[in-house]
């Protein structure tokens, strides 16, 4: 197979005008496929369906940690679920809040505690101008928060490793105004890139102009591998100097595990940044749903409990990767399309020709494909070599994943012809 | 029965003796006793029980306005959710949001809201001093937002209505740094106060210097009476005229009708409100634990279903109320106590003479009864007369309470002993 620019104008004026014809046929299907959600396909929704059923047994003991977890009380989490996201993160129990369902919700208390009330001793973020750092393409939500709160974003590429530390350091190291990091270190949303070890350590260890940085380490697919040989994330406190340890925030949550936002969300960090979010958290709640930890909990028992969980979950996305990386491979070979091929997570992150990603996205809907809007993974939506595109394959069935890969893939192709015919 | 400020100083000091030698009986006993938190009883907990069957049961239908509740989606809850919150609010729908457990989390986000981002085209609080107008005696865990926030409190008195209402409007009306008040209209924290008609509309309509002033309207006991015969409670949006409907925040949850603090929490508010809020919750998360939502509405099911538990709830904490109350009525007697007699909520609040509460409590405690900490009822825990005390009967079974009551009616008799004797 040739690449397109390999071609002369009027071999590719040929192409498109196939291209093209393929585009009306799959018009005239009327159809109606969604790749735009990181969302559990309903099959996946079965997975621990029978987790209801915990807690209407015979003889569940609602006494948890010496208080009935029915009734008020335990501000961070029942003792079984900060164990179970203590063996998660591999730290101790406490230095762990298990919460309602939503890590966003935590991350973005973490941001207006920084705003409004600052960490330990320090001024509050909103005495002036606060700036984070944004590894992109990235997680919109991450983005989402610093637009509620006025921060500036700073768009840092990724590569394979993680984000390009050097520029990320000599941002950090020079900005006191720079507050913040945005990281998905494990299956990276949407790259799929697993932080490399070396990444970990000079993230966490870094010089930082401003004493209250922190690093908003969310690792929501901690767990989320397709394949039996798991991928090995380094420890961030491990890998922090004792003197760093305040600058992490870890963020999870059993959405993607159990029920998507009704699952148990947790974070992790030093001693003494949960006493002082605890001292913060007491104005706010009373405590989270400990029922629902509680059914978490027995049902799921431990790390390994976990992973038998997830190992079901691979199952139903590790066909749906390898398929959509098996046939966007033809975009690679004519040139017109690199992309990551993760080995979990929820999506893949396709690199089309410049200027192409946003009238992608408008063909494929028009054929009726929807896909996540084109800049979504860049801080305000603003991709400027508009190039990006965030596929989410989970929730289509295989059948249905392969018709809108087609789609996709007719759409690339008539975007990128068009703009080499010019 | 005479007053103790009838009798002479010879025979107080008997009475004394006597009752310090009941303090030393009592001391004996050794108690462990609690009346310091208003929470559900055991027994409570249980009136709801087999709703933790429903979503195990066969033929659960998990779409819920068109999505799977197990997946991410219903910012604002479940439709059936806000169906049910607005039946029990007397709204449409659409002026609900119906969120996690915890009504208290929905009070401080509306709260951050204001200081760090204003309401509806007004400028974020923040950029001044805010005060917020607070009734006495109240509830602690609404002073303790304002604390969070550095919001000044001023305290305004509460009788047989509610609020002050000629303070309440001197107040409001005069300074446009007051942004809002604290209320509990049905059954208040503590003095079990239903606010009148009258104080309803006035505060519904009142001037308010501040164009942006906000009424927190804590329905924590709406539906929480003992009696047949409810109390009625006018209902806030009709009584405030159309301009005035952005003015009214108003708060309830289930915590105390099926599981503290794993049941359902709600706001409404105007849908100029609701639009703002949901465009503001949207960074935040993703939606509410839908699950727990299915999981009250098929039980509950409508405003009869709640009524049918909360008749349980009545029965169980009608003695408790009763027994109390006719134990306390000796104090009156003695003119040494007077406390509310109220028709539903979790309180009951006692005034001692002055400068007798905090030594009450504390030789309550010193016999083992905790009670409390005097003061709590206040703005940064200062009652100057230093005469309020919170009793909450819900936790202690019947007998324990009368034991409880009587160590308390006991310190009460002590404290005011002395006092008199000087």
Not at 368 to 396: E, Q
Request: with cysteine.
């Amino acid at each position: 197979m040739k690449k397109y620019s390999e071609l002369s104008k009027g071999e590719l004026t040929e192409l498109l005008e196939q291209e093209k014809k393929t585009f009306q046929k799959f018009k005239k299907d009327k159809l109606s496929l969604d790749m735009t959600r990181g969302k559990p396909a309903k099959n996946q929704l079965d997975v621990c369906l029978s987790m209801l059923k915990i807690l209407s047994a015979d003889g569940v003991d609602f006494v948890q940690g010496g208080q009935d977890v029915r009734n008020y009380g335990l501000l961070d989490g029942t003792p079984a679920a900060k164990e179970l996201f203590a063996e998660l993160f591999d730290v101790s129990p406490d230095m762990v809040i298990a919460a309602d369902s939503s890590s966003l919700q935590l991350m973005y208390k973490l941001v207006q505690h920084g705003m409004q009330f600052g960490f330990l001793g320090e001024r509050p973020w909103n005495e002036g101008k606060v700036k984070f750092i944004c590894p992109v393409p990235g997680y919109d939500r991450h983005f989402g928060i610093c637009k509620a709160f006025g921060i500036e974003m700073i768009a840092v590429p990724m590569d394979e490793n993680g984000p390009d530390l050097k520029v990320v350091e000599s941002l950090a190291g020079s900005d006191d105004r720079i507050k913040g990091i945005w990281c998905v270190p494990k299956y990276s949303n949407p790259t799929g890139v697993v932080y490399s070890e070396k990444t970990v350590e000079r993230l966490a260890n870094m010089k930082t102009a401003a004493a209250d940085f922190r690093i908003f380490w969310d690792n929501a697919y901690m767990v989320h591998g397709f394949y039996e040989k798991d991928d090995k994330l380094k420890n961030i406190f491990d890998a922090a100097k004792k003197e760093n340890q305040n600058r992490i925030f870890t963020f999870a949550s059993t959405s993607k595990i159990t029920f998507a936002g009704a699952g148990i969300a947790a974070l992790a960090a030093s001693k003494e940044n949960i006493a002082e979010i605890k001292s913060r958290m007491t104005y706010e709640t009373i405590g989270p749903n400990k029922l629902n930890q509680l059914m978490h909990t027995e049902f799921l028992k431990n790390k390994d409990g976990v992973m038998r969980v997830m190992k079901k979950h691979a199952e139903i996305m590790r066909p749906k990767f390898e398929l959509l990386v098996s046939m966007l491979e033809e975009l690679s070979e004519l040139g017109v399309g690199e992309f990551t091929r993760p080995r979990g997570g929820y999506f893949i992150s396709l690199n089309v020709p410049d200027g192409c990603a946003k009238k992608t996205v408008a063909l494929a809907s028009e054929a009726g494909v929807k896909l996540t809007p084109a800049g979504a993974t860049f801080p305000n939506g603003l991709d400027d070599r508009d190039k990006n595109i965030r596929i989410a394959p989970s929730v289509p069935p295989v059948a249905e994943l392969e018709i809108a890969t087609r789609v996709l893939i007719n759409a690339v192709k008539i975007t990128a012809l068009e703009k080499l015919i010019g």
